[in-house]
Each structure stands twice: as C-alpha cells, then as structure tokens.
C-alpha cells in the first residue's frame, strides 16, 4: 500500500462515539503483541478509553493534563489514538494504530502533528521534552520515534514515566528538537 500523507489524517479530541469504533479497531491480538498486555475484556477496554476522556480524577493527578485523541480517515474511519500525559514539566506520549494501517506513515503524521500541538501549549517556553516506552520487540515503534529525534535513555530517576513498566526500553526527545 502506498504511503498516506498528512492530510489523509484527522485527530479530534477523544469523545464516547469513538469509544466502540476504538475497541473494534484496537482490541486485537496482532496490537497487544506490540504494547504486551491485553485489557481483560471489550468492556474494560472502553472503561479504560472512558478514563482517559474523563482525565485526573485523583488528587494527587490535578496537576497533569491528558491530551487524548482519536486518528481516523477523512471519511470517519477510526484507525487508533494518540496520547501525551503532561506532568513534572515533561509529555509522555502514546499512540496505537489498527495493524491494517501501519506502515503508511500514519503514525509519523500523528506524532509530528502531537509535537506541533505540544509546543502550542508553551508558546513562549519552547517544546516540551517528551519520553516514551515500549517493549523491546516493537521494532516499529522504535523506529518511528527515533524518525522523530527520540533516542534511547536510562529511566530518568528526577521524575516518575507513568507508562514505565518493568523491561520497557525508554526513549526521550529533548525540548530542543
């Protein structure tokens, strides 16, 4: 399949209609190999996408702000989401495809737009430095983020990376790139 360009994409806040179209599309052996477990259930998989719209509930998370948003076609097909979790001054940062959209760019279009939309938050400070994880074996993650100037790091030990998990490789894109 060729390669999809930029306006082949929309991303739009997260929001209940994409909630079943997102379980149908993610919820799928062939993208938990990737991210490693799966959610138990159709059902706490769209508990888990309704968490993440209703963002921080807990005190102790006021603090961050969750950017959650849906990737479909122009023609409203939902083909996965895109994520950063702001906290401690830096963006984790996420995103899932459905395994008939890889390798078409789609991702590299989302994280460019993600990064745009990261540093619009902070006109005057400058981009946000952004980390993400990933298991060893997803190879087209890695790739894809080191197109995007994140590079392999040790888990920071100044500030937590909620999405860490024990084995997880750790990659980081500085503010200034």
Known sequence: MSRMSYPDLLVEPLHEDHLEPLVQ???NPEVYAHIGERPASHEVYKAQLRRMIAGPQRAEDADQL???FALRRPGGVVMGHLQATVHHGLAE???LLRPDCW???LGSAALHW???HLASLRPTQGALPCWATTIPPNLRCQAL???HGYRLRELPRTVPLYSWDPGDLVYHRPDTA
């Open 114 to 116: 993600l990064h745009g």
């Open 66 to 68: 969750w950017l959650n």
């Open 145 to 147: 983020l080191e197109r």
């Open 93 to 95: 940062v996420a995103f």
């Open 25 to 27: 599309a993610l919820l």
């Open 103 to 105: 390798g078409q760019g």
